[in-house]
Nanobody
Framework: VQLVESGGGLVQAGDSLRLSCAGSGLTVRSYGIAWFRQGPGKEREFVAVIRQSSSTTYYADSVKGPFTISRDNAKNTMLLQMESLKSEDTAVYYC??????????????????WGQGTQVTVSS
């Protein structure tokens, strides 16, 4: 199983970015697929998830509105569209796959498979 993120980069505050997470060895629609991020000197934190069964989405309060998570089943890929980026969004972004239940959606330990991360840097 492999998850590979792409789409990170250096942008200015207010800009947009779209991150992609391509899966191999697993079918993304059969898993809950989440995005986490880890800023400098911070712990890894939950960003968003799309559930495996209902495709319901959940977001961290800090990104609700500007960020949109989606899944392209035909390409076996998960996307994170990020609008109106702020300097505090600067982090390494990771995609992850697992079988979360409602109570464990936001927990790092819920997810069995992780990508290598992609850097997003927002300059103010």
């Amino acid at each position: 199983v492999q998850l590979v993120e792409s789409g990170g980069g250096l942008v200015q505050a207010g800009d947009s970015l779209r991150l992609s997470c391509a899966g191999s060895g697993l079918t993304v629609r059969s898993y809950g697929i989440a995005w986490f991020r880890q800023g400098p000197g911070k712990e890894r934190e939950f960003v968003a998830v799309i559930r495996q069964s209902s495709s319901t989405t959940y977001y961290a309060d800090s990104v609700k509105g500007p960020f949109t998570i989606s899944r392209d089943n035909a390409k076996n890929t998960m996307l994170l569209q990020m609008e109106s980026l702020k300097s505090e969004d600067t982090a390494v972004y990771y995609c992850a796959a697992g079988l979360p239940i409602i109570s464990t959606l936001r927990a790092v330990g819920t997810y069995n498979y992780w990508g290598q991360g992609t850097q997003v840097t927002v300059s103010s």
